[in-house]
């Protein structure tokens, strides 16, 4: 090993916490590489049943993995992950910008890599027994024992003899990434059911309905449909005054949350950080629920119709925008914040007349943009009782079986929302590049 | 020497255009006037037809009632205050000798401001924009960076005012067209206490499934953006402005974004819905829905992109003598390399939670399962996946936006 003097952090880690910190990509490398093999397997099992079990043993049937074989399962995923780590330039690896060194940093010889690879069975128990006296270089057992290092590749850039990289199809990393990319195609294509057949052999069958789509009915454009009550002019005007009610509530209340939600704001002190971490958990978890089962709750809980689809929309909105708007807030700029906390200011005039006029730009462009999106989502909310332009659009395609111009009225539908969509978001386009 | 030329040689030529811009902003000013004043009218409307008569409709009097008010209010406002359309165009009516205006000169104003029709003959024959009203009463609209006045607090404005009575009008008439029932709201929240007594007790026995669903939608996703890429990667050179000239080229510019921008207003639920009719239930729909979506966005995400690269690269390239495919293969590409990947993986995460609610309408996945839990009132098995889908986003979401970070 060439005793240069280093300055990359994880070559001389001091304390404990900061050698178990450059110990973590090592780690991450390790286990992207586990879950990687831990995949493959399971490919390999979904392959195995859908092309011999199923076909030859039993059709109804799934084959599962016993109890019994879970562990060899589990263990030889793990060998196969450390053997990729001592053998070969794994995925892991190449991410996270770690490679394996000899001495000098020449590539290592098959005896070192597989006194590397015997000797990381014991490093984990040798490791945990005297984890605080660790080596100071922050190396672990098998690193010293086979005399390679699993290095930082930026950190040593300069030092590094140029080589000519293998071909990508001679590299482990290459082959691996083929492999997992070729496995996820087949699988998608066979769990998503793709049959080219059905799409190109029923064109035929769906060409009636393109022909109706594209000759819309505009009967009931304005004058409302007698068993509909409602025509598609005051189902679209449904629509984007859900919108506009859902997004106004929603910046309203999201306004507010959002300095809750930013670092900065917060400081670094317990309550802060509680209050920080409350609010960002909430934005979290109503973000990932879609508003459409929002509205599945609020129709049960207001009954049917536009009033439990704005509910939803706004809880959805209160969510993303107050995570837009406080990640906005978290990226200020903190000059005039200290210049007006220099002068004695308190918290809230600081945040009055430092953070507001810094992010009312952005605010508004996020707010329009929200109104886009809900202006979208308005018109399908209906599919669960929440009303708009969505309720004359599931009524027709439910009557196609009664009315026979059901799918030119569907076409019609179609069109007006298409105008609206498209027209809203050029507007809001437009405003959004003048804002910021 | 001046003989040479003919006559209209050293006569200026005719300003058509100075006249057509005078006339085109004092028609702009008219115009947002009497949207603004139509829309305020169909607001108050629907709110006096559902207080008075208990009935939602946006009519009252006959329309050609309704358009002369509107006219006739537009034209008292632009000469008695300053309009809406006044504020937006940036126009205000002064008097041409510099004194005050007073407001029987407005009246004579509003009264001759009748003959415009008339005025706009004598366009065509001065080349000037000078209308009767503004001849006789010697006052003209001129743009407002040409006025020196003490600005008004904003609540002694007209214009102002009408804006505060748009936002208030829309208020109320949007809680009133989305039948906004706060009675509701507050007192029938007992109705979803069964809901809730169920949430708190999700069934774990339906993990195993909701995990296989789980995979569905992801694959769902995954496949339905990896072909949309391979379709977008190439469409997107041809819906770049930058690329595309000539006549040909501007022809398929013109075709693929309006293509494009009408198969993105439609929610991939539609495109299902479609889908569904086609090849039938199941997941195959979800992916072609999801499919057709992304291919638009993503073709618009990428030009706008394209549109927006370094032209000296690929100057530099076409300097050396390079053909059209290695400018593109050498000049462009390079920069466009990260931007295509960080919004392929940002269309990977919508795809994800769009596969999650097409299941709505039978695009299989884990979204199918759950409506079909919420429809039987299975809320504790609907809890499973509804936190199976949390996970995956929140998942998605941290790791698609880590990785876009690091693209940049």
């Not at chain 1, 330039?89 to 996270?96: K, T």
């Not at chain 1, 066979?190 to 789509?213: C, D």
């Not at chain 1, 809880?315 to 993303?320: R, V």
């Not at chain 2, 993986?345 to 919420?374: E, H, K």
Request: net charge positive; proline share 4%; charged share 15%.
């Amino acid at each position: 090993m060439a005793k240069r003097p280093r300055k990359s952090r994880s070559a001389k880690p001091d304390t404990f916490l900061q050698r178990v910190a450059a110990l973590k990509p090592r780690l991450y490398a390790f286990l992207l590489d586990w879950g990687s093999w831990g995949y493959i397997a399971y490919c390999f099992m979904y392959l195995l049943n859908r092309y011999w079990y199923v076909r030859h043993v039993n059709f109804y049937g799934t084959l599962a993995v016993p109890a019994w074989a879970w562990p060899i399962v589990v263990v030889g995923t793990l060998e196969l992950a450390v053997l990729s780590h001592a053998f070969g330039h794994s995925v892991g690896l190449s991410l996270f910008g770690l490679k394996l060194f000899g001495p000098d940093y020449r590539a290592s010889s098959w005896q070192v890599r597989l006194r590397r690879y015997l000797w990381w069975h014991l490093a984990l128990p040798l490791q945990a027994l005297s984890l605080r006296k660790a080596h100071p270089k922050g190396l672990l057992v098998h690193d010293v024992r086979s005399e390679s290092r699993m290095l930082v590749v930026a950190d040593i850039q300069e030092e590094l003899p140029v080589v000519k990289p293998r071909k990508w199809y001679l590299t482990h990393r290459g082959l691996m990434t083929v492999a997992l990319i070729g496995l996820t195609f087949w699988l998608g294509w066979m769990t998503t059911q793709i049959n080219l057949g059905t799409l190109f052999g029923r064109a035929s069958k769906s060409a009636y309905l393109w022909k109706a789509l594209v000759t819309p009915d505009f009967e009931h454009f304005v004058t409302p449909d007698p068993q509909l009550r409602d025509s598609i002019m005051g189902g679209i005007l449904e629509s984007i005054y859900m919108a506009l009610l859902a997004t106004l509530l929603g910046g309203v209340i999201a306004f507010p949350l959002s300095f809750l939600g930013a670092r900065n704001i917060m400081g670094f002190s317990r309550a802060g950080w509680l209050v920080f971490s409350l609010t960002r958990g909430f934005f979290n978890i109503f973000r990932s629920i879609e508003s459409i089962l929002w509205a599945v709750v609020f129709a049960v809980w207001v009954g049917f119709g536009p009033f439990a689809g704005v509910l939803a929309l706004t809880l959805h909105t209160i969510a993303a925008l107050g995570k837009l708007y406080s990640e906005q807030v978290e990226s200020i700029d903190p000059g005039p914040l200290e210049a007006i906390a220099a002068t004695g200011a308190r918290r809230w005039q600081v945040v009055l007349y430092g953070v507001i006029p810094q992010i009312v730009p952005s605010y508004l462009a996020f707010t329009l943009y929200r109104w886009d999106i809900n202006v979208r989502m308005s018109t399908v909310i209906a599919l669960v009782g929440g009303g708009g332009i969505g309720r004359i659009l599931f009524y027709y395609k439910n009557e196609v079986g009664r009315l026979s111009n059901a799918w030119n009225q569907v076409g019609a539908v179609i069109v007006v929302i298409v105008a609206v969509v498209w027209f809203l978001d050029y507007i809001s386009g437009r405003i959004r590049e003048k804002i910021t | 020497m001046k003989d040479r030329y003919y006559a209209g040689f050293m006569t200026d030529k005719p300003t058509w255009s100075e006249g057509l811009a005078a006339f085109r902003k004092q028609a702009l000013v008219l115009i947002a006037d009497i949207i603004a004043l139509i829309y305020l009218w169909f607001m108050v409307s629907y709110t006096w037809n559902y207080f008075a008569h208990h009935t939602r409709s946006f009519a009252t009097l006959p329309w050609w009632v309704m358009l002369i008010v509107v006219v006739e209010a537009a034209a008292l406002w632009q000469n008695y205050g300053v309009s809406i359309g006044m504020k937006l165009v940036g126009q205000r009516l002064v008097d041409s000798a510099g004194r005050r205006i007073s407001p029987d000169k407005r009246a004579l104003r509003f009264l001759l401001w009748h003959l415009t029709p008339l005025a706009i003959i004598s366009l065509a024959i001065t080349t000037e924009w000078k209308p009767w009203h503004d001849r006789v009463t010697e006052l003209t609209m001129v743009g407002s960076d040409r006025v020196e006045l003490a600005p008004r607090p904003w609540y002694r404005c007209s214009w102002s005012i009408a804006v505060v009575l748009i936002c208030l009008s829309t208020l109320i008439a949007a809680m009133l067209i989305t039948r906004v029932d706060l009675h509701a709201l507050f007192s029938q929240a007992s109705k979803t206490r069964r809901i809730w007594g169920q949430v708190v007790r999700p069934d774990w026995s339906l993990l195993g499934k909701g995990v296989r669903l789980l995979l569905v939608t992801v694959f769902m996703a995954f496949v339905a953006t990896l072909f949309g890429v391979v379709v977008a990667a190439p469409l997107s050179f041809l819906a770049a402005r930058n690329l595309t000239q000539g006549l040909v080229g501007r022809t398929v510019y013109t075709i693929v974004r309006v293509t494009m921008s009408i198969v993105r207003s439609i929610e991939p639920i539609i495109w299902a819905i479609i889908f569904v009719v086609w090849v039938r239930l199941g997941a195959f729909p979800g992916v072609l829905a999801l499919f057709v979506h992304s291919v638009a966005d993503l073709t618009k995400l990428y030009s706008e992109r394209l549109e927006s690269i370094d032209p000296g690269p690929v100057e530099a390239i076409r300097a050396t003598g390079a053909n059209r495919f290695q400018v593109i293969l050498y000049g462009v590409v390079p920069q466009i390399i990260n931007p295509y990947l960080s919004f392929t993986l940002y269309r990977w995460d919508i795809n994800v939670r769009m596969a999650t609610i097409i299941g709505i309408v039978g695009g299989g996945g884990i979204g199918q399962s759950l409506i079909q839990y919420t429809r039987v009132w299975d809320w504790s098995a609907a809890t499973v996946m509804m936190l199976l889908i949390m996970v995956v986003v929140w998942l998605m979401d941290y790791t698609s936006s880590r990785l876009r970070a690091r693209l940049g």
